[in-house]
């Protein structure tokens, strides 16, 4: 069976990486983003691969790029929530309630409504499978990451509770927790870090590595890797589970 794929962010770092895992592997791929520049480049790399314009902190966007994605892709058997933004990095304190509340609405709230839409489509799949993209700050909180942290860690609990309404129509649910990806992500975001603490981006990257067995950040092929595995007959007993891909971040639950 030929898998029909949408995955939101889709046009850069992970969410491109996992698109084009998917391609190569036979599927048919539909990515939506919020950069149209970021999508065109991306249907130039990926051959076959659909695109459709959408701001997933927006509702009717949604709504329609989910139709538009359903429609080209003739149906819908996995769905890759990949879309979210990290926030500022800031104590609680002094934490800008507008930018606060922003994460919400795109890692939160856009996961919310993307799933909605999509679960009538993937009720009529033979292996429907839904990915949600956490993190490791979903599983221990962050020192002036507040907003990432929330939201990531809600979205474990969304994808457990999806996991035990959906599994009667044999509808898997799963959630990701990636550890810190290589990119230029992660050196903006160890640069917030390094501000907000006083300290040299050297320091800070030290400091990251000190609580990994691997020395090394995570490749997004490899997420990639693992969602494909998840979302295959491989993986089909697989479901309601947090898989960290981290490194092994030496850090109790």
């Known amino acids: 069976m030929t898998q029909r794929v949408l995955i939101t962010a ?9 698109a084009r895992a998917y391609a190569a592997a036979g599927a048919s791929v539909c990515v939506c983003d919020i950069n149209r520049a970021a999508l065109d480049a991306a249907a130039k790399e990926i051959p076959g691969l659909n695109t459709v314009i959408c701001d997933v902190s927006k ?8 139709a538009e994605s359903v429609k080209a892709l003739g149906g819908l058997d996995v769905l890759v929530n990949n879309a979210g933004i990290a ?13 606060w509340e922003a994460v ?4 939160v709230i856009g996961t919310f409504h993307v799933t909605r839409h999509s679960i009538p489509h993937l009720k009529k799949s033979a292996a429907g499978s839904i990915i949600v993209m956490s ?19 809600g979205l474990i609990g969304f994808a457990k509770t999806l996991s035990r309404e959906l599994g009667r ?3 898997r649910v799963n959630a990701i927790a990636p550890g810190a990806v290589g990119g230029d992500r992660i050196e903006r975001v160890l640069q917030g870090r390094a501000d907000a603490e006083h ?52 850090t109790s639950a």
Do not use: W
């Open 10 to 18: 889709g046009a850069s770092g992970i969410g491109k990486e996992v």
């Open 59 to 66: 509702r009717d966007e949604i709504e329609r790029m989910v």
């Open 87 to 99: 926030g500022e990095t800031a104590p609680v304190e002094t934490s800008d309630p507008d930018k």
């Open 104 to 107: 919400m609405r795109v890692d």
């Open 135 to 153: 993190s490791v700050g979903g599983r221990f909180g962050y020192p002036n990451r507040s907003a990432y942290c929330t939201a990531k860690m």
């Open 169 to 171: 129509y044999n509808i």
């Open 199 to 250: 300290k040299t981006l050297e320091e800070e990257r030290a400091a990251a590595m000190s609580v990994q067995s691997l020395k090394h950040f995570v490749d997004p092929r490899d997420i990639a890797a693992l969602i494909l595995f998840l979302t295959s007959d491989a993986g089909k007993s697989i479901s309601g589970q947090v898989l960290p891909i981290d490194n092994d971040a030496q």
